[in-house]
């Protein structure tokens, strides 16, 4: 594997994001050959801490990946602390000194990645400065990595965008949505695209519905700050579920390019049939949980700060539809939630039963495709075959393909091959402005009605499948979620 040469700078260093994430991924990429010697990482947050402190703390992190005591020290040997405050000019030319001298140390030869691992609302501040103090240098490549949420709404994203642009050139930035480093996100684009025999039957000829399901088990833990003026359409819907949809509804690209592939995503995301207020009120529910029913878990609005009467969704459902040849009559439908009963994230097609003389509907399945997102990875596909006996009866088959533990364990992790990504100036996996400008767009209709609407959100107890609406949603056009926990 080829080393990169690069210093890393991130800010929000002693975050959670960080330490789970990041850390162990840097690491990941270091013994797997791509980080060696020439790299180095510049933690920075508003707490004081030492070096010695910092090192230690990653060392923590990467804890659970079996490493031996000297790796880990010499892993960590590269990495450097510095307290920091974002609105404060001088403390960049701190930083700006720091990063020099490691710069020469390292003999990295320029190359910055900065990391913006904290509130959208220092981002403008943040790139401004790396600008103003010359933190951006000339002779290497300069990269900025952005969290979300990116935005709250079209007009805030698009501020901070232009806010960013000011300072970094827009290939320049690398907007992550992490779900796009996923193995089986990825795997959507080789799936349709290898296989002619699944490609030539994706359209509405042939497809009934698709079912995009991210059901989260967890909460809002640490983060009901952040979640309760977010809710589940801005933190999981505008960016993962969409992406995802793209990927599944995009017409073939030229090439596997960024640009090709975000030229397609973006033509989809334009055939989105426009939400009406009234669509919004038919086609998309709402939901909050309760107290869980045998009373173990409280309710959404129990939790350490929630409002006692906050009206944040944590579970949206929802049906989107296409204006294009290939999907004119095929509902997608979306739902995402928290407290659910199960963490599962999947995607089902649901193929068209075809009329025949030869069977009756009644005595066939639909023939079914699964694509696993996580935990499980893999793929199944239900058919129809013989009962085996004197008759003609039917019978359903299943063919899996999941992964196993070990092959999941294995394999790069979303924010590993991220990183790498970034490392090696492809674009191809992250958001770009389009995309996200088009998805806020889309779903600032379904906000706007929401907040001008006196319904009610619907509820449903911590612990199970979510609201009962959902239901009511696909049953009223003849379909049903293929998953349920
Ligand atoms: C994040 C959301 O983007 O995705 C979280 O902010 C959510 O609320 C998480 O829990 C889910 O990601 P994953 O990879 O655990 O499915």
């Given at each position: 594997?080829?080393?990169?040469?690069?210093?890393?700078?991130?800010f929000?260093?002693?975050g959670?994001?960080?330490?789970?994430?990041?850390?162990?991924?840097?690491?990941?990429?270091?013994t797997?050959?791509f980080l060696?010697?020439?790299?180095?990482?510049?933690?920075?947050?508003?707490?004081e801490w030492?070096?010695?402190?910092?090192?230690e703390?990653?060392?923590?992190?990467i804890?659970?990946?079996?490493?031996?005591?000297?790796?880990?020290?010499e892993?960590?040997?590269?990495?450097?602390?510095?307290a920091?405050?974002?609105?404060?000019?001088?403390?960049?030319?701190?930083?700006?000194?720091?990063?020099?001298q490691?710069?020469g140390?390292y003999?990295?030869?320029?190359?910055?990645?900065?990391?913006?691992?904290?509130?959208?609302?220092?981002f403008?501040?943040?790139?401004?400065?790396?600008k103003s103090q010359?933190?951006?240098t000339?002779?290497?490549?300069?990269?900025?990595?952005i969290e979300?949420?990116?935005?709250?709404?079209?007009?805030?994203?698009?501020?901070?965008?232009?806010?960013?642009?000011?300072?970094?050139?827009s290939?320049?930035?690398?907007?992550?949505?992490?779900?796009?480093?996923?193995?089986?996100?990825?795997?959507?684009?080789?799936?349709?695209f290898?296989?002619?025999?699944?490609?030539?039957?994706?359209?509405?000829?042939?497809i009934?519905?698709?079912?995009?399901t991210?059901?989260?088990?967890l909460?809002?833990?640490?983060?009901?700050?952040?979640?309760?003026k977010?809710?589940?359409?801005?933190?999981m819907?505008?960016?993962?579920i969409?992406?995802?949809?793209?990927?599944l509804?995009?017409?073939?690209?030229?090439?596997?390019s960024?640009?090709?592939?975000r030229?397609?995503?973006?033509?989809?995301?334009?055939?989105?049939?426009e939400?009406?207020?009234?669509?919004?009120?038919s086609?998309?529910?709402?939901?909050?949980?309760?107290?869980?029913?045998?009373?173990?878990?409280?309710?959404?609005?129990?939790?350490e700060?929630v409002?006692?009467?906050?009206?944040?969704?944590?579970?949206?459902?929802g049906?989107l539809?296409?204006?294009?040849?290939?999907?004119?009559?095929v509902?997608?439908y979306?739902?995402?939630?928290?407290?659910?009963?199960?963490?599962?994230?999947?995607?089902?097609?649901?193929?068209?039963?075809?009329?025949?003389?030869?069977?009756s509907?009644?005595?066939?399945?639909?023939?079914?495709?699964?694509?696993?997102?996580?935990?499980?990875?893999?793929?199944?596909?239900?058919?129809?075959?013989?009962?085996?006996?004197?008759?003609?009866d039917?019978?359903?088959?299943?063919f899996?393909?999941?992964?196993t533990?070990s092959?999941?364990?294995?394999?790069?992790?979303?924010y590993?091959?991220?990183?790498?990504?970034?490392?090696?100036?492809?674009?191809?996996?992250f958001?770009?402005?389009?995309?996200?400008?088009?998805?806020?767009?889309?779903?600032?209709?379904i906000r706007?009605?929401?907040?001008?609407?006196?319904?009610?959100?619907?509820?449903?107890?911590?612990?199970?499948?979510?609201?009962e609406?959902?239901?009511?949603?696909?049953e009223?056009?003849g379909?049903?979620w293929?998953w349920n926990?």
């Amino acid at each position: 594997n080829q080393a990169n040469k690069a210093l890393f700078i991130i800010f929000g260093g002693t975050g959670d994001l960080a330490q789970r994430k990041l850390y162990p991924s840097l690491y990941r990429l270091y013994t797997k050959g791509f980080l060696k010697e020439n790299f180095a990482v510049i933690g920075t947050a508003r707490r004081e801490w030492s070096d010695a402190h910092y090192q230690e703390v990653v060392r923590d992190s990467i804890h659970s990946l079996k490493v031996s005591d000297e790796h880990a020290l010499e892993f960590s040997s590269h990495f450097y602390y510095q307290a920091h405050n974002v609105k404060d000019t001088e403390h960049y030319n701190t930083l700006k000194k720091l990063a020099d001298q490691l710069d020469g140390k390292y003999q990295i030869d320029g190359n910055r990645i900065f990391y913006l691992s904290m509130s959208p609302t220092f981002f403008g501040t943040i790139t401004k400065h790396l600008k103003s103090q010359n933190l951006v240098t000339e002779n290497g490549f300069n990269r900025v990595i952005i969290e979300k949420p990116f935005g709250t709404d079209y007009e805030s994203s698009k501020a901070l965008n232009d806010e960013i642009l000011e300072a970094f050139e827009s290939d320049e930035l690398y907007r992550i949505d992490h779900y796009l480093g996923k193995e089986m996100v990825q795997n959507i684009l080789t799936f349709r695209f290898a296989n002619p025999m699944i490609e030539s039957v994706w359209n509405n000829h042939f497809i009934s519905n698709m079912q995009i399901t991210l059901s989260e088990e967890l909460g809002v833990e640490e983060r009901a700050e952040y979640y309760d003026k977010s809710g589940a359409l801005r933190d999981m819907i505008q960016n993962h579920i969409m992406q995802i949809f793209s990927l599944l509804t995009m017409d073939a690209p030229k090439s596997l390019s960024t640009n090709e592939v975000r030229k397609q995503k973006m033509l989809v995301l334009s055939a989105l049939k426009e939400l009406t207020t009234e669509t919004v009120q038919s086609d998309f529910v709402r939901g909050q949980y309760t107290r869980s029913l045998d009373n173990k878990l409280c309710g959404y609005r129990e939790e350490e700060k929630v409002a006692d009467d906050s009206t944040t969704e944590t579970y949206v459902a929802g049906k989107l539809e296409l204006n294009n040849e290939r999907w004119n009559g095929v509902p997608v439908y979306i739902r995402t939630g928290k407290k659910l009963a199960k963490k599962e994230a999947q995607i089902n097609i649901v193929f068209k039963q075809i009329e025949s003389s030869l069977f009756s509907k009644g005595d066939t399945a639909p023939n079914i495709l699964t694509i696993y997102l996580g935990p499980s990875e893999g793929f199944s596909i239900t058919l129809n075959e013989k009962k085996i006996g004197l008759g003609m009866d039917t019978d359903i088959m299943q063919f899996d393909h999941l992964r196993t533990e070990s092959m999941i364990q294995e394999s790069p992790e979303a924010y590993e091959k991220l990183l790498l990504d970034c490392l090696n100036g492809d674009r191809t996996h992250f958001a770009h402005w389009e995309e996200v400008a088009a998805s806020w767009k889309f779903v600032d209709k379904i906000r706007t009605t929401w907040d001008a609407s006196t319904n009610k959100l619907a509820t449903y107890p911590a612990g199970t499948a979510g609201p009962e609406a959902a239901n009511n949603l696909l049953e009223k056009n003849g379909h049903k979620w293929i998953w349920n926990p």
